[in-house]
């Protein structure tokens, strides 16, 4: 069966860092675009990152762009964010989630994700 599990979430002041990882198994990894969401109640899931299967190609919300950096390392079936600069702002529950897909193609609705992790908590004190 498949299953996402994150790590690497946690408290931080602002302007800390973090490094979220999201471990997969059951699927064929590399045949799956990747993408990290947020969600913070009472609000929308937020797509913040998102990446090809191949890696070659990332998406950034313009909230995290310059600060956040998604990748994947399909060798370890598992993909990452490195989140710096961290601000209150980007307290959630961050979330990966993935899709089989045999093209090259960027999914930042989250509708467009089959599998996804439990969540881990980021909170980002002032």
Request: net charge positive; proline share 2%; charged share 15%.
């Amino acid at each position: 069966q498949v299953q996402l599990v994150e790590s690497g979430g946690g408290l931080v002041q602002a302007g800390g860092s973090l490094r979220l990882s999201c471990a997969t198994s059951g699927l064929t990894f590399s045949r799956h675009a990747m993408g990290w969401f947020r969600q913070v109640p009472g609000k929308e899931r937020e797509c913040v990152a998102a990446i090809t299967w191949s890696g070659g190609s990332t998406f950034y919300a313009n909230s995290v762009k310059g600060r956040f950096t998604i990748s994947r390392d399909n060798a370890k079936n598992s993909a990452y964010l490195q989140m710096n600069s961290l601000k209150p702002e980007d307290t959630a529950v961050y979330y990966c989630a993935s899709r089989l897909t045999g093209l090259s193609v960027l999914f930042r609705d989250p509708n467009d994700y089959s599998y996804w992790g439990q969540g881990t908590q980021v909170t980002v004190s002032s």
